[in-house]
T-cell receptor, first 112, second 114 residues
Framework: KQEVTQIPAALSVPEGENLVLNCSFT??????LQWFRQDPGKGLTSLLL?????REQTSGRLNASLDKSSGRSTLYIAASQPGDSATYLC???????????FGTGTKLQVIP | DTAVSQTPKYLVTQMGNDKSIKCEQN?????MYWYKQDSKKFLKIMFS???????INETVPNRFSPKSPDKAHLNLHINSLELGDSAVYFC?????????????FGPGTRLLVL
């Protein structure tokens, strides 16, 4: 059974700081890994989808890395802004790739 | 313009009532999902439909019955609501089947059972 853990559960940083969010998964036989953002009271927005054959995926100030063998992914946010404040979730396929399992999320607060 | 929409946004009801939540996507996707996010913000799959066919049915009480009248719609009917059903329910859709594609989420329906 795939289990996905995100540490820390919450993170508070001053504006402008670079930061790293972590995601660990127990079953390394994954097809891809996705990072989502959830704003308070809103749905999830897909940020990056990184295929298992890729090591990194970049979108603007965001960079996601994937190390399948160690069961880890990181989301790097450069030059953080108050607008980056949200909960970030990672998700990996499970159950024969018919569904995704979500992590518990990291709640990020960027202080102006 | 909205890709995945859900109605209602908020739902407050008494224990024992029956209620429905509707979901529509205008992305032309083949697969739709229902997720439940509990008070601890843990998001878990409930159901998945591909081309109106049920493909995932997690260990959800049979009081929950999804219905897909067509590819663009996936509704969730809940009978005999219980206090523990209080949560945020998200609908999502994706182009392909399973976890190989990016999923697009609706804004959520906040259900409170009193």
């Amino acid at each position: 059974k795939q289990e996905v853990t995100q540490i820390p559960a919450a993170l508070s940083v001053p504006e402008g700081e670079n930061l790293v969010l972590n995601c660990s998964f127990t079953d390394s036989a994954i097809y891809n890994l996705q990072w989502f953002r959830q704003d308070p009271g809103k749905g999830l927005t897909s940020l990056l989808l990184i295929q298992s054959s890729q090591r990194e995926q970049t979108s603007g100030r965001l960079n996601a890395s994937l190390d399948k063998s160690s069961g880890r992914s990181t989301l790097y946010i450069a030059a953080s802004q108050p607008g980056d404040s949200a909960t970030y979730l990672c998700a990996v396929p499970s159950g024969g790739y018919q569904k995704v399992t979500f992590g518990t999320g990291t709640k990020l607060q960027v202080i102006p | 313009d909205t890709a995945v929409s859900q109605t209602p946004k908020y739902l407050v009801t008494q224990m024992g009532n029956d209620k429905s939540i509707k979901c529509e996507q205008n992305l032309g996707h083949d697969t739709m999902y229902w997720y439940k996010q509990d008070s601890k913000k843990f998001l878990k799959i409930m159901f998945s439909y591909n081309n109106k066919e049920l493909i995932i049915n997690e260990t959800v009480p049979n009081r929950f019955s999804p219905k897909s009248p067509d590819k663009a719609h996936l509704n969730l009917h809940i009978n005999s609501l219980e206090l523990g059903d209080s949560a945020v329910y998200f609908c999502a859709s994706s182009h392909g089947q399973g976890a190989r594609e990016t999923q697009y989420f609706g804004p959520g329906t906040r259900l409170l059972v009193l």
